[in-house]
């Protein structure tokens, strides 16, 4: 099994370093070898330095929404009421902005099918938020794709306004 998680500070867009926490591996060679591993960080950084082509027999993932909210992690009390402790745990808020900029051009430079279609989308999106939230998305569909088995499946929990998109 590989889980990836998520790290706290992805929001902020800083290329991830796997932490201490995270089992570095000494090449994509031992994600054969070597099962039940959690990876800790950016996913698409995780998914292209670790995991091969097709080594993949099912994906779930959970990605932010583009829902327009913080999300917060709220913590219980011993007898487990609600604590008034919580964390702030991601936002979920997507605007085009420089990064938005950026990986839209990577993915549109590698051109075929999918560069394609996001130069589609641009088309009638522009510069909007879900223009942002698909380009944050779609080089991330890509790696996961290409580490799925043929036999594989891909599982992706989305927002039915960004469902129709993701799709494509
Ligand atoms: C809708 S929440 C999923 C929550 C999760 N299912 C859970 O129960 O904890 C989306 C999660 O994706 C994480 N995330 C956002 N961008 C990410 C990325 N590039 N790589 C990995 N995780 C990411 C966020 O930090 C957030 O925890």
Same mark, same amino acid.
């Given at each position: 099994?590989?889980?990836?998680?998520?790290?706290?500070?992805?929001?902020?867009?800083?290329?991830?370093?796997?932490?201490?926490?995270?089992?570095?591996?000494?090449?994509?060679?031992?994600?054969?070898?070597?099962?039940?591993?959690?990876?800790?960080?950016?996913?698409?950084?995780?998914?292209?330095?670790?995991?091969?082509?097709?080594?993949?027999?099912?994906?779930?993932?959970?990605?932010?929404?583009?829902?327009?909210?913080?999300?917060?992690?709220?913590? %219980?009390?011993?007898?487990?009421? /609600?604590?008034?402790? =919580?964390?702030?745990?991601?936002? &979920? @808020?997507?605007?085009?902005?420089?990064? %938005?900029?950026?990986?839209?051009? /990577?993915?549109?430079? =590698?051109?075929?099918?999918?560069? &394609? @279609?996001?130069?589609?989308?641009?088309?009638?999106?522009?510069?909007?938020?879900?223009?942002?939230?698909?380009?944050?998305?779609?080089?991330?569909?890509?790696?996961?794709?290409?580490?799925?088995?043929?036999?594989?499946?891909?599982?992706?929990?989305?927002?039915?306004?960004?469902?129709?998109?993701?799709?494509?």
């Amino acid at each position: 099994m590989l889980l990836l998680r998520p790290c706290p500070s992805l929001h902020d867009r800083v290329p991830s370093t796997l932490t201490p926490r995270a089992p570095v591996l000494p090449s994509t060679q031992s994600v054969t070898t070597e099962k039940n591993k959690l990876y800790y960080g950016d996913n698409l950084e995780v998914l292209r330095l670790h995991v091969k082509d097709e080594s993949v027999d099912l994906v779930y993932l959970d990605p932010p929404f583009n829902s327009r909210q913080d999300y917060n992690v709220l913590f %219980a009390e011993k007898d487990g009421s /609600q604590s008034s402790s =919580q964390i702030h745990a991601f936002e &979920d @808020t997507w605007e085009w902005n420089i990064d %938005a900029m950026r990986a839209y051009e /990577q993915i549109v430079e =590698q051109g075929g099918r999918v560069a &394609d @279609t996001m130069r589609a989308f641009k088309t009638f999106l522009f510069n909007t938020d879900m223009m942002a939230y698909l380009a944050m998305m779609a080089p991330r569909l890509v790696e996961l794709r290409r580490v799925l088995k043929p036999t594989g499946s891909i599982y992706l929990h989305c927002d039915p306004a960004a469902g129709h998109y993701l799709k494509i």
